[in-house]
């Protein structure tokens, strides 16, 4: 093959003599629609619902615009409208009329999120009703499980006061995912971080008969200053302390994948990691090391933050809310709790 040969066999393989022009693919709409990476669909989202005891409820969370306490026969219309754009899914959160030590409104099959799983399937059977599974909303002291503290069950003098006893916890975790499993709901999904939360769990569904319940583990969940608005809206901050003791350190990534893999050996069908933009490096190093679905939630924060700025005129809502969404998924997301969910819909349809 001599010289020119050569250059011609360069440039039939794709090597162009002329200077590279990337914008060539992104000229027009179209263009950029047919070259597009990563997909943002309806299907991909989860709507975070809170519910409270109650008839005709739709009390405002000032701290989340847009965002609403619901009863369990109001959050039935809220649900409809978002599966009617596309959105699949809820996970439910509940605010139970009274509190205690151990969180026992969790165990009530007529607490909130029983009460609004009933009447959600009834209503939309094909609606995938998840609920999260934790003991924060229900606890007088904020906390999620059971606490060690002088004059309650299981105190330990040899743990510091305010220690979160992870044993006992369990059993809470493994009874109370009965009851709601047994209200209907499709999924359960442990947010506590207490260890062995998905073995325990998936013992007490699979002795109780709901053995085809899925577990959504927040596998990878981080003590963050996002969650502000959340425990504004569940009414939960901790009455003592903080979450650090049980929750992950921000500044790890190293141990998420530990606590997937543990997970993943305890019998978890999805893992989440929450929340989403601080931590898409952790998205993208759990999805390279795990094969099951992988969720991330978009936290109240996140939410807020970005309807703040556009409450000031400082940058777009849409545009912003669907750009981070793009980006979660980009990550390595397969589908993505948000307080955006019915808005992307709609703006997605």
């Known amino acids: 093959m001599n010289e020119d040969q050569a250059r011609d066999e360069r440039t039939s393989c794709g090597v162009s003599p002329g200077p590279v022009r990337l914008r060539r693919l992104r ?21 975070p619902l809170f519910i409270r005891p ?15 306490q619901w009863s369990p026969d109001t959050v039935v219309e809220e649900a409809a409208a978002a599966a009617e754009l596309g959105v699949p899914a809820v996970v439910l959160f509940g605010i139970p009329e009274s509190k205690d030590s151990c969180g026992s409104g969790n165990l009530d099959p007529e607490g909130p999120v029983p009460s609004a799983t009933r009447a959600l399937k009834k209503e ?8 999260d599974m934790c003991f924060c909303e229900y606890t007088e002291h904020g906390h999620c499980g059971a606490v060690n503290l002088p004059g309650e069950l299981g105190y330990r003098a040899d743990l510091p006061e305010g220690y979160l006893l992870n044993d006992q916890t369990l059993e809470l975790l493994g009874r109370a995912s009965v009851v709601h499993a047994s209200a209907g709901a499709d999924v359960i999904a ?10 325990a769990i998936r013992a007490a569904l699979d002795a109780a008969g709901q053995d085809h319940i899925a577990i959504m583990s927040y596998a990878a969940k981080y003590a963050s200053g996002f969650y ?50 601080p931590y898409l ?14 969720a991330a939630y978009q936290v109240s924060g996140e ?19 669907l750009e981070s969404l793009v980006g979660i998924r ?14 992307v819909a709609r703006w997605l349809a």
Request: proline share 7%; hydrophobic share 45%; glycine share 8%.
């Open 303 to 321: 939410y807020s933050m970005i309807h703040a700025a556009a409450a000031n005129g400082w940058l777009d809502l849409q545009r912003c809310a």
């Open 54 to 68: 109650g008839v005709g409820v739709k009390r405002p969370i000032v701290s989340m615009p847009g965002q609403f």
């Open 190 to 199: 442990p947010s506590g971080m207490i260890d062995g939360m998905v073995g």
């Open 27 to 47: 000229f027009s709409a179209g263009m950029r629609a047919l070259v597009r990476e990563t997909d943002l669909r309806a299907s991909q989202l989860i709507y």
């Open 124 to 131: 939309l059977p094909e609606l995938v009703v998840m609920s």
């Open 330 to 343: 980009r990550a390595g997301a397969d589908m993505m709790i948000t307080y955006f969910a019915k808005d």
């Open 281 to 294: 490096d952790v998205i993208r190093a759990v999805r390279a090391a795990c094969a099951l679905p992988l």
């Open 228 to 277: 502000g608005p959340f425990r504004d809206a569940a009414e939960s901050p901790p009455q003592f302390g903080d979450r650090d003791q049980y929750q992950m350190d921000p500044a790890n990534w190293r141990q998420a994948l530990r606590e997937v893999e543990l997970d993943v050996a305890e019998g978890a069908d999805m893992v989440m990691v929450k929340p989403a933009m």
